[in-house]
């Protein structure tokens, strides 16, 4: 389901992965800011996709030219975590400038 959040979305909230920190149900739980402020340093522990791409110098990784890496189709396919190309879709339409999220399953 694509939401588009236009003027409730805050750019600082945008993960590095492609999810969207300010519709996060473990913001509120955990009070995490979002990966942005955290510096890659998670309530759950270091992520290496944030990590990566703040070294690099991207506001998220659909700015960056090897989008998407091996780490991103990880997360993507991983069990518990995968979307089935909601990440990917999001990372895009970032990089497009389109202030839209669609919400990961």
């Not at 800011?33 to 998670?42: L, Q």
């Not at 990784?61 to 999001?90: I, S, T, V, W, Y």
């Amino acid at each position: 389901m694509k939401i588009d959040i236009g003027k409730e979305f805050d750019r600082n909230m945008i993960a590095k992965c492609g999810t969207y920190c300010g519709a996060c149900e473990w913001k509120a739980k955990t009070g995490c800011p979002g990966c942005k402020v955290c510096a890659s340093k998670m309530f759950w522990g270091e992520c290496d996709k944030a990590k990566c791409c703040m070294e690099r110098g991207y506001e998220h990784c659909g700015q960056c030219p090897d989008m998407p890496c091996q780490k991103l189709l990880d997360l993507f396919a991983d069990p518990e975590h995968g979307d089935k190309g909601a990440r990917l879709r999001n990372l895009k339409n970032w990089a497009a400038g389109n202030d839209v999220y669609e919400k990961l399953r």
